[in-house]
């Protein structure tokens, strides 16, 4: 039996290092439910207290941890900054009417193909490209463009996005999350592959579930050869390179999903007409009107931002959620004000008509390729510079050669050559945070796209303004930016603080004490304490990191297999990213729904949470006790 850290005994461990996580539950979930700012400073004091006055943790060593985790918070929020800063390049260079409009075209504004095509084949290649949320800063919008609510659009984003995130990032979850712990790269493997298994299984349960919030369930299932044909596209080559590789499962498998269901909605495969409102958005029967479409017609002259919802070819916002209005929409995609950039004078108006008569003239296949900039070259520049083959990866994440300033008991500063910022040995301990400039994704790939593409228009049509232009998006980012910027600093200060202390830490404590007392019933909470990490993380990386040895151990206390328990650790770790604060705070700030508590997306993304915890751990369970013995 372990021994209490403690005066309150082993169970007083367990419940006060859960304690900062409960509290944070019951403030949010309880109506009226408190927003993330407030909660999340509240858990992160709470979790900075037990270090101090129950667990002992040194006083330099938990300030270290604050210090450190608040730093942290630069790699969320520039990201964010960035996602928001290339949306709104995109409807001020008028390129977010074009791709919504081609999207329209090619799905024939089916929803059904729209969800599926952007929400999670365009998501899922994504994610494996990416991680660090990405998917949703990118997927979320565009489906809030093309008239879906927004809520429910971040919503299903959010469910979508975890079925892709065990493989994220080039594999980091696995090759990175779990390095460090005495495993194999064989067994990382084996452990990719079984966790794959458990996310194929609830594949199918999970994006129904996330694609209800957005369609009704008589139409995904009238169109059930379609979702089928997609959502396998996508898990079947992920599972089956699984099996021999950690890095591309979900970037090839994404890649190849995404051409499939490309070519499903192209030909129409599995797709049945829509003659009811669906998600808001009401389509004749047949989609008669999609004979009528002009191709060649630009879209911009017609293109209203502030359009929620859409019947026929004609916009409307009569529909538009609680607490939207027409003349201030606090969505993505959807003007506060009337005025634009060109709006402010009768001369930006001119310009405007100058650059839309251009626009008119320009060659088909040039329309396309400037027009689709900011999100063709995105990702392309994500999958470059995220897969190792290429070997950008590694320089842009390079730390030597460096130049120190050494601030004495603040720490070491450091700056690489690929303008790494690092501060190590924070207050003289262990403590040490970093930040990638070029490999993070914000300045690269989303801001230089951004700036490129307004400075294209700027120069090929004479309009918009350049610094005026960036000024504007700059200021109307920043402004959405304070809530978040709160929220998610003190959430990492408490995933920091729930980390430090290796063998004393809380989120050891919570899992090694708990293992070693139901044995081989860990098997049913291996999966929730790999959520958790994610929950209060927002990472599949670093659950992995925080409970992967935890897992471990409790492999050889309850005597089953490592490399299955680690597997549903993983699976956990994944579904974990629908209920995680700090993910629901970036999607929001990108939707422009900081508004909304927090408890509004919780409330729905617990149930599809529940629903992939049953599948996987039923599953895992009946695995690791008979096939993987």
Known sequence: MAEAVGAWGVAGDVILSMLPIIVLLLLTLIPPGMPAHKTLPIAAIIAWFIHLAYIGTDSAVVNAAVLSGGLSTLTPLTIIAAAMFLFKTMEETRSMAFVVEKIKVLTKSHPVAEVYLISWAFAYLIEGASGFGTPVALASPLLAELGHDPVNAMTCGLIMNTLATVFGAAGTPVNFGLDGIGITPEDMVTIGFRSSILVAAAAPFVTTLAALFLLPFKEIARNGIFVALSVTSCVAPALGLSAFSVEFPSLIGGLIGFLITGVLVRFNVGLRPVHKQVSGKTLEEGNKDEKNQDTKEDPCSSYDPRMLTRSGSETSIKNAPTGFDGDSVHAVGHVEDKKSTFGADDAALIELKHMEQALDKERNWLRYISRSFPIWASVVILVFTRVPAFGLRDLLRAKSPDFTIDFLTLGQFKLSAALVFSLEEVFKTDAKWSYELLYTPALLPFVITSVASVAYFRLAYKAMPFRKTTMKITSDVCGRLAKPAVALTFALV????????????????????????????????????????????????????????????????????????????????????????????????????????????????????????????????????????
């Open 494 to 629: 408490l995933v920091t603080l729930m980390r430090t202390g290796e063998e004393t830490s809380p989120a050891f404590l919570i899992g090694d004490r708990v293992a070693a007392a139901v044995a081989q019933g860990w098997l049913a909470f291996a999966f929730i304490l790999g959520g958790l990490g994610s929950f209060f993380s927002g990472s599949t990386t670093v659950s992995n990191l925080t409970f992967g040895a935890v897992q471990k151990i409790a492999s050889e206390q309850a005597g089953v297999s490592e490399t299955g328990l680690l597997a549903l650790q993983s699976a956990g770790a994944t579904a974990g990213n629908m209920i995680c604060l700090s993910n629901i705070v970036n999607a929001a700030a990108v939707m422009g729904l900081s508004h909304l508590n927090e408890s509004v997306f919780l409330k729905k993304t617990i149930p599809a949470f529940c629903v992939f915890y049953i599948i996987s751990t039923a599953l895992g369970s009946v695995l690791i006790l008979t096939v993987w013995a």
